[in-house]
C-alpha cells in the first residue's frame, strides 16, 4: 500500500516538475480564463443584468473550460517521444499511475481556479468576503469529480485524432452534472441563502467524487494493457 | 465459415423483427388516433405520449445495454461483445434523437415552449450527449482492440452517470409530468390509454431488438476474423 501511494507521489512530482519548467499548461489554461472574465464582463449590460445575477455561470464557465484545457495536456506529455511507455514499462501498479496523474491534474486545475476565482472577485467586484469558505468547498468537490473522468479521458483521447476536439465532447455529459450542481450552490451561497439549502448540492457533489474515483481507479488499468 | 452463415441469420432474423415491428408500429397509430379517447386537458397532442416514453424508454434500455455489454468486455475479452455494445449505442442513439425531438413537438403547444431546463429534459440531452461521445470515440480509434476497450471504458462510466443524472430529478422542481406507470402506487393512467402505451412500448421493445440484431448480425459479416486487419493501421 506504501508502495502504491509512493508511485503516485513520483508520478505527481514528476509532473509538476515538467510543469515547472515549461509552465505551457498553466499559462493556457490561465490565459483562457483571463479572457472568458473579461469578455463576460463586457458583454453584460449592466443596466439590464447585475453582476450577482451573472456571477456563478461566469465563475463555472471559467472553471469548467480552463479545467478543460489543463486536462488536455496532460497525456499530451506523455505521447511526446513515446513518454508513456516508458512509465508502462515500469513494474508498477496501473492503480498507481492513474492516481498520480490524477493528482496532477488536479493540482493544476486547482491553480488554475485559485488564480481565476481572485481575478473574478476583482474584475466582477462580487462580495463573497462571508462565504468563501464555502465557495471554495463546493469547487474543491465539484473539481475533484470532473477532473478524475477527465484524467480517464484524457488518456484515451490522446491516442485519437483530434484529441483537443475530442475530449470535451466526450466529458461534456460527465461535466454536466456536477457542474450544474455547483452553479446552483454557488448562486445560492452568493446570494446569502442559508446553509441548509446549499447542503443537497455538497452531499451529491461528495458522492459523486466519491463513485467516480473509485470507478476510474477500478477501470484505469484496462485502457492501459496492451 | 459456419460464422458468416450464422451472422447473415442474425442479420435475417433482425430484419424480420424489424419489418414486424415497423407493422406493429402502424398499428399503434390506429390504436393511439382511433381506438383511445383524446386527453381531456392536452386535447390531441398528448398522442405524441404514445410515441414520446416508449422512445425513452428504448435509449435508457439500450444504453444499459451498453453498459452491461462494455463491462462484460472489460471481463471477458470477447470481440463479440464489443459488437453488441456498438450495435446498441448506434441504435440507443437514433431512439433519443426520436425522444429528443417528440418532447418539444408535444412541449410546444402543452407547456408553451420547446425546451425547458427541467431535470427530465436535461437528463435526456445527458444521454444523448452520452451516446454521441461514445459513437465519436470509436470512429476516431483505428485500433480495433484499442477502440474495443477504450469504449467499454466509456459505456462503463456512462452506466454510473445514469443513476447519477436520474437522482438530481428529485432534487428539481419540475414542470415534466411525474411517472404516471413505474411508480410506487398503482398506475394513475386511465386502462385505455395505459393499454394503448403498453402495446407501443413492446413495438418499440421489438424494433429496439431488431435494430440491434441487424446491426450486430452485419457487424459479423463484415468483421469476419477480428484480428486480420490489424497491425500497421495506427500511425505511432
Redesign the interface.
Known sequence: MAEFFRVALAVLAKDLRVEHRSRTAMVSALSFAVLTLVIFNFARDAAALSREAMAPSVLWITFAFSGVVALNRSFALEREN?ALDGLLMAPVSRGALFLGKYLANLAFVFAVEAVALPLFIVFFGVDIGGVVGGVILVTVLATAGFVA?GT??AA??V????AEL?LP??????L??PV??AVQATARLLSGRPASEIA??VR?LG??DL??LT??LL?FP??M?E | MPDILDARRTASRGLMLIAAGLAGLAGVYVLALRFTSVERFQGLPQKIFYVHVPAAWCALLAFSLVGIASALY?WLRDPRLDLFAESAASTGLVFSIVMLTTGPLWGKPVWGTWWTWDARL?FTL??F??F??YR??RS??ADPL?RA??S???G???L??VP??H??VY?FRTLHPQPIVLKPSAPSLPWEMLRTLLVSVGVFTVLLIGFVMTRYGVGRMGAGDWGAEEGGTDG?
Open positions: 513515446a473522468v480517464v479521458f484515451m483521447t491516442r485519437t485524432r483530434l475530442m465532447l466526450l466529458l461534456l455529459p460527465f454536466l452534472p450544474t450542481w443537497g448540492w451529491l458522492l459523486y463513485v467516480f470507478a476510474c477501470v484496462s485502457l494493457d | 472489460l436535461t445527458i444521454l450527449f452520452l454521441l461521445g465519436a470515440l476516431a480509434l484499442e476497450r477504450f467499454a471504458v466509456v462503463i462510466l456512462g454510473v452517470l447519477f443524472v437522482l438530481t432534487f505511432s
